[in-house]
Antibody
Framework: QVQLQESGPRLVRPSQTLSLTCSVS??????????WSWIRQHPERGLEWIGFVHYSGITYYNPSLKSRVVISVDTSKNQFSLRLNSVTAADTAVYYCERDPTMATAGGRFDYWGQGIPVTVSS | DIQMTQSPSSLSASVGDRVTITCQASQDISNYLNWYQQKPGGAPKLLIY???SLVRGVPSRFSGSGSGTTFIFTIINLQPEDFATYYCQQQDKIPITFGQGTKLELK
């Protein structure tokens, strides 16, 4: 059974960098069929796709966040990570990591999700 | 960005009812449309992909249809565990976008 688990700080100061890690079990991060993705959920603004990464290094980001985000993989640990810099209160959300098994058809279907981690941006 | 508009935003129904949710895309997305269920405190769960394909293990009372810009999600014979929020999501173009959600409540 595929499982994903987010980890990282739940409180980030404004202007600092939000860093989260997603640990994957039950599948290999080097499975070429998959993208590995981050999505966040704001209480008022709903679900927002942040971006995804393929183990080969291919990345796609939401243009609204592209200047501030990096998603990367660590094949040795079977993990992938999110870094979002220059955060503001608007980045306060629940952050989810997902598996997307549709790399062959350009991606965008999320079949396994982590439980989510709430992150607050506040001083 | 492709805008996804769901209607209604909320819906009251009873166990055993049939309900439908509509999702409208701002441009043609072929059949690149997925439906998710989210319960309070939980992550979204994929129910239907490619507009009408049921994920393995999801009960057959859930179904989806449509193509182009208009999509329908239907639940027949509502069960107590179906009361949740449902989202549509397009995967035709980046950025991937979601509808605002439809909250299905017990009448």
């Amino acid at each position: 059974q595929v499982q994903l688990q987010e980890s990282g700080p739940r409180l980030v100061r404004p202007s600092q960098t939000l860093s989260l890690t997603c640990s994957v079990s039950g599948d290999s991060i080097t499975n070429g069929d998959n993208y590995w993705s981050w999505i966040r959920q704001h209480p008022e603004r709903g679900l927002e796709w942040i971006g995804f990464v393929h183990y080969s290094g291919i990345t796609y980001y939401n243009p609204s966040l592209k200047s501030r985000v990096v998603i990367s993989v660590d094949t040795s640990k079977n993990q992938f990570s999110l870094r979002l810099n220059s955060v503001t209160a608007a980045d306060t959300a629940v952050y989810y990591c997902e598996r997307d098994p549709t790399m062959a058809t350009a991606g965008g279907r999320f079949d396994y999700w982590g439980q989510g981690i709430p992150v607050t941006v506040s001083s | 960005d492709i805008q996804m508009t769901q209607s209604p935003s909320s819906l009251s129904a009873s166990v055993g009812d049939r309900v439908t949710i509509t999702c409208q895309a701002s441009q043609d997305i072929s059949n690149y449309l997925n439906w998710y269920q989210q319960k309070p405190g939980g992550a979204p769960k994929l129910l239907i992909y490619d507009a009408s394909s049921l994920v393995r293990g999801v009960p057959s009372r859930f179904s989806g249809s449509g193509s182009g810009t208009t999509f329908i999600f239907t639940i027949i014979n509502l069960q107590p565990e179906d009361f949740a929020t449902y989202y549509c999501q397009q995967q035709d173009k980046i950025p991937i976008t979601f509808g605002q959600g439809t909250k299905l409540e017990l009448k």
